[in-house]
Nanobody
Framework: QVQLVESGGGLVQAGGSLRLSCAYSGSIFSINVMDWTRQAPGKQREFVAG???????NYADSVKGRFTISRDNAKNTVFLQMNSLKPEDTAVYYC?????????WGQGTQVTVSS
C-alpha cells in the first residue's frame, strides 16, 4: 500500500505560480513512476506530468515549458511547480503512484486560476 497526500493548491491569478507537493509513504520501494493528473469540471481526468524512479520526466503538451515535476527522495515528496498559469489549468490535481500491478492516488487538491 502507498499513501499519498497532496497540498499546495489554491486560488491564483492568470500568469501566477503555484507549487504542489505530494508526500508519499508506505510501500514506497515498489513505486516505479509518480505522476500528476488533473480533472476539470465536466471533463475527463488527464495526464499532466510524470517522473520515473530514475528521474526521467515527461509532460503533457499543454503544460510543457510551464510546469516542472521533481522529487525529493530524502523527504519522500514529489513536487509540481506550475508557472504562467492559465484559467484552463483550473482543475483538481491528483498525485498518483504506480507500482507493478497497482496504481494509487491521493485525495486531490484544487487549483483555481482566475482571469
Amino acid at each position: 500500500q502507498v499513501q499519498l497526500v497532496e497540498s499546495g493548491g489554491g486560488l491564483v491569478q492568470a500568469g501566477g505560480s503555484l507549487r504542489l507537493s505530494c508526500a508519499y509513504s508506505g510501500s514506497i520501494f515498489s513505486i516505479n513512476v509518480m505522476d500528476w493528473t488533473r480533472q476539470a469540471p465536466g471533463k475527463q481526468r488527464e495526464f499532466v506530468a510524470g517522473i520515473t524512479s530514475g528521474g526521467s520526466t515527461n509532460y503533457a503538451d499543454s503544460v510543457k515549458g510551464r510546469f516542472t515535476i521533481s522529487r525529493d527522495n530524502a523527504k519522500n515528496t514529489v513536487f509540481l511547480q506550475m508557472n504562467s498559469l492559465k484559467p484552463e489549468d483550473t482543475a483538481v490535481y491528483y498525485c498518483n503512484a504506480e507500482s507493478i500491478g497497482y496504481r494509487y492516488w491521493g485525495q486531490g487538491t484544487q487549483v483555481t486560476v482566475s482571469s
